[in-house]
Structures are given as structure tokens and as C-alpha cells.
């Protein structure tokens, strides 16, 4: 079989679609990942050459009164057509897309050829891009079951969120001397995402305050545009991180 994932954007899209590209290609499947032009995509799959990968000029939805909107449609139907002219030469299967603008215009494309298409959620509150697409799948898989109420007119299935097979179960003792922790401080893992996210970064730098003498330790994943002011903020109040 040939499958094609649409999973670029962001890591939350990204990583889970690379999990069950994982599980197909040691079914014994053939898969192209369809990616964003960002580099968080660039670089996670940096290294990995067992999948064919192309790349898609979609955006994000702006605002309709933004006149960037037009960017968007534009990038949409060189999306949309490139992956037609893709689909011609792969002839796919099944289409799945993992959430994301980055998923529609592939998932369009493989219901004007009569493929089967599927999206999968995982947040417990789906994204526009989700709620739009999913008008024209065979179904939609969800990481929560909370989250089946937003597609009642779609057949739904319980499926989880995947994990990449490299993510494996460590002992807690292990872990922590991986990462550099002490055993006998608790730990607080601050994140906002696979790129970080500036609005906790600000609140925690805010808070660090507070946290002096704290018998704490930190782990805060800042992403790269605010690592150093994140960094400088900890030593500043002496805070472990």
C-alpha cells in the first residue's frame, strides 16, 4: 500500500505523523510525508532518509479581513495542485492528515481522486483546520474521546495520539541522570510546545522570583527565539534549570 501523511507545521502535527509512518514502513508500506516549509520540519526529519518527503508553501489561516489572506489562497492552490500532480505518481491509497493547514490541501486532493482520507486529532479541542477538513473524510481518529462531539456528522475512532517507537519507557532513576537531575529535588517541566511558547516563557520569567530557595528544579523547553532570555532569567535568580 501507499500511504501519503500530511503532518508538517508543528511538532504537535509533525511527530505523531512520523509515528505511524514508522509503523507502516515495518508493515511494509510504501509512505511520503508531506511537510511545511518551516524548519522545525526540516530539522526533525533531518537524518531520516527511509521516507520520501516533499514539501508544501501552505500557511497558516489568517483573519479573512487580513490581507494576508490572499497569501493563503494562493499558497493553498499551489499546495493543492502539487500534491495532484504527487498523487499521480505515488497513487496513494489512503491519505492522512494530522491536523494543520498543512493537512488540507492533501486531504482535498486525495478526495477529488476518490482516495480514502483520514485526519487525526489530538488535542481534546480540535483546530479550525480539523473542523473544515473533516467535512470530507472517511473519519476522523482522536487522540480523547471528549474530543468526538465537535465531528457529529463524521464517523470517529478512539485511536490515541502515536508515539515514535524511539520514545521508549526509562526508569525514573535512569531518566534523571540522563538529564543532569538531582533525586532528591522534585522537578517542574515547563513547556509551550515544540517551538516553545513566548506568553509561559514571560509568566515564568515573572514568577522566577518567587522560586528563590525554592527546593526545586527546573526543566523549561523555551524554544530557540527565547532560549537565551529564558537562560539568562534562571541564573539572574538562581533558580536550578
Given at each position: 500500500m501507499?500511504?501519503?501523511?500530511?503532518?508538517?507545521?508543528?511538532?504537535?502535527?509533525?511527530?505523531?505523523?512520523?509515528?505511524?509512518?514508522?509503523?507502516l514502513r515495518d508493515r511494509g508500506h510504501d509512505v511520503m510525508l508531506l511537510i511545511s516549509e518551516k524548519d522545525i520540519d526540516a530539522l526533525a526529519l533531518s537524518g531520516r532518509t527511509n521516507f520520501r518527503v516533499?514539501?508544501?508553501?501552505?500557511?497558516?489561516l489568517p483573519s479573512a479581513f487580513s490581507p494576508a489572506f490572499f497569501g493563503f489562497i494562493r499558497r493553498f492552490y499551489e499546495s493543492l495542485s502539487l500534491c495532484r500532480s504527487l498523487y499521480r505518481k505515488f497513487k496513494p491509497q489512503v491519505v492522512l492528515g494530522m491536523g494543520g493547514f498543512t493537512s488540507t490541501a492533501p486531504v482535498l486532493a486525495g478526495r477529488i481522486r476518490g482516495i480514502a482520507t483520514f485526519i487525526h486529532?489530538?488535542?481534546?479541542?480540535?483546530?479550525?483546520a480539523n473542523r473544515l477538513t473533516a467535512?470530507?473524510?472517511?473519519?476522523?481518529?482522536?487522540?480523547?474521546?471528549?474530543?468526538?462531539p465537535f465531528f457529529p456528522k463524521t464517523h470517529t475512532e478512539v485511536t490515541g495520539t502515536p508515539v515514535r517507537t524511539e520514545l521508549v519507557r526509562l526508569d525514573r532513576k535512569v531518566a534523571r541522570q540522563k538529564l543532569g537531575l538531582h533525586e532528591d529535588l522534585p522537578t517542574l517541566l515547563v513547556m509551550g510546545g515544540s517551538q516553545g511558547a513566548s506568553g509561559i516563557n514571560q509568566a515564568l520569567i515573572k514568577s522566577l522570583p518567587f522560586l528563590q530557595g525554592v527546593p526545586l528544579q527546573v526543566i523549561h523547553l523555551s524554544g530557540a527565539r527565547d532560549e537565551r532570555l529564558v537562560a539568562d532569567n534562571y541564573r539572574r535568580e538562581n533558580v536550578p534549570a
Amino acid at each position: 500500500m501507499n500511504a501519503v501523511i500530511a503532518c508538517g507545521g508543528t511538532g504537535g502535527h509533525l511527530f505523531p505523523g512520523i509515528a505511524v509512518a514508522e509503523v507502516l514502513r515495518d508493515r511494509g508500506h510504501d509512505v511520503m510525508l508531506l511537510i511545511s516549509e518551516k524548519d522545525i520540519d526540516a530539522l526533525a526529519l533531518s537524518g531520516r532518509t527511509n521516507f520520501r518527503v516533499e514539501k508544501l508553501p501552505t500557511v497558516g489561516l489568517p483573519s479573512a479581513f487580513s490581507p494576508a489572506f490572499f497569501g493563503f489562497i494562493r499558497r493553498f492552490y499551489e499546495s493543492l495542485s502539487l500534491c495532484r500532480s504527487l498523487y499521480r505518481k505515488f497513487k496513494p491509497q489512503v491519505v492522512l492528515g494530522m491536523g494543520g493547514f498543512t493537512s488540507t490541501a492533501p486531504v482535498l486532493a486525495g478526495r477529488i481522486r476518490g482516495i480514502a482520507t483520514f485526519i487525526h486529532e489530538s488535542n481534546a479541542i480540535p483546530g479550525k483546520a480539523n473542523r473544515l477538513t473533516a467535512r470530507i473524510v472517511n473519519a476522523v481518529m482522536l487522540g480523547f474521546r471528549e474530543c468526538a462531539p465537535f465531528f457529529p456528522k463524521t464517523h470517529t475512532e478512539v485511536t490515541g495520539t502515536p508515539v515514535r517507537t524511539e520514545l521508549v519507557r526509562l526508569d525514573r532513576k535512569v531518566a534523571r541522570q540522563k538529564l543532569g537531575l538531582h533525586e532528591d529535588l522534585p522537578t517542574l517541566l515547563v513547556m509551550g510546545g515544540s517551538q516553545g511558547a513566548s506568553g509561559i516563557n514571560q509568566a515564568l520569567i515573572k514568577s522566577l522570583p518567587f522560586l528563590q530557595g525554592v527546593p526545586l528544579q527546573v526543566i523549561h523547553l523555551s524554544g530557540a527565539r527565547d532560549e537565551r532570555l529564558v537562560a539568562d532569567n534562571y541564573r539572574r535568580e538562581n533558580v536550578p534549570a
